[in-house]
């Protein structure tokens, strides 16, 4: 897990820009989603291909927003990021022919395809039976053609989205962004994300922060969820 801050003079920023730090100060859980991305074994575990060590770190953060929202009545949905043969048009040739070396692309490409051990779940995340599992072929699981995301949210009447997974730079933030043009309200986790070094991490929050979504912590976000609960009418009542 990340240990960064903020600097100052950049929250200063936003709150001359906005008159407030936080845009969201409360979620509705059964309006909410939870969107793990990609903790799956090939940027999770040691030694894999797209390792990224401080995602081992934020697991215990995501199940215990997890379960958070499982006890509150939330929408949970869990992400994969996918390859599928290259003929497949889904296939991205154009990253993994022009960003992956010829010493990696192979690795990488069968370490993000069914059936390999990467492409599973990290197995310290608590992914329960029954709970949704998404596949998707971009680092945003909300352009077109990247997966059914938005369909499945939208048809659950979901307008918020608690952004955790990695890479906080790469597929959480294209994934934020995305949903923030989509009209979708954007939290992101700062101790339930990873990147591959302190600086990206920081990075991708800040990117989020400016203009597409709220930054909270895990606890925030938990205390949130629990408030919304309980704001609810109790069954029966009217």
């Known amino acids: 897990m990340h240990d960064v801050e903020f600097p100052q003079d950049y929250l200063d920023r936003l709150i001359r820009r906005r008159g407030r730090l936080h845009v969201y100060d409360r979620v509705d859980?059964?309006?909410?989603?939870?969107?793990?991305?990609?903790?799956?074994?090939?940027?999770?575990?040691?030694?894999?291909?797209?390792?990224?060590?401080?995602?081992?770190?934020?697991?215990?953060?995501?199940?215990?927003?997890?379960?958070t929202m499982r006890a509150a009545g939330g929408?949970?949905?869990?992400?994969?990021?996918?390859?599928?043969?290259?003929?497949?048009?889904?296939?991205?040739?154009?990253?993994?022919?022009?960003?992956?070396?010829?010493?990696?692309?192979?690795?990488?490409?069968?370490?993000l395809t069914e059936g390999n051990?990467?492409?599973?779940?990290?197995?310290?995340?608590?992914?329960?039976p029954g709970e949704t599992v998404i596949r998707k072929y971009r680092f945003s699981a909300l352009i077109p053609g990247s997966s059914d995301l938005d369909r499945h949210l939208r048809t659950r009447g979901v307008d918020t989205l608690l952004i955790t997974g990695a890479a906080t730079n790469g597929c959480c933030e294209s994934t934020a962004r995305d949903a923030a043009m989509m009209n979708y309200r954007v939290i992101?986790?700062?101790?339930?994300?990873?990147?591959?070094?302190?600086?990206?991490?920081?990075?991708?929050?800040?990117t989020v922060f400016q203009a597409f979504g709220d930054v909270r912590t895990t606890a925030e976000a938990v205390a949130m969820i629990e408030d919304g609960a309980a704001r609810r009418p109790a069954a029966g009542s009217g």
Not at 49 to 56: L, N
Not at 57 to 65: A, D, F, S, T
Not at 117 to 128: I, K, M, N, S, T
Request: with cysteine; net charge negative.
């Open 75 to 111: 929408e949970i949905v869990w992400l994969l990021s996918t390859q599928p043969p290259r003929e497949d048009p889904r296939f991205w040739s154009v990253f993994f022919d022009n960003f992956e070396s010829d010493a990696r692309r192979e690795d990488c490409v069968a370490a």
């Open 117 to 128: 051990p990467g492409h599973a779940f990290y197995p310290e995340l608590d992914v329960r």
């Open 188 to 206: 992101m986790l700062s101790d339930a994300t990873a990147a591959f070094d302190d600086a990206n991490h920081l990075n991708g929050l800040w």
């Open 29 to 67: 859980p059964g309006a909410t989603a939870l969107i793990v991305v990609d903790l799956q074994n090939a940027f999770v575990a040691e030694g894999a291909p797209y390792e990224c060590p401080a995602a081992r770190g934020i697991v215990p953060n995501v199940n215990r927003l997890a379960a």
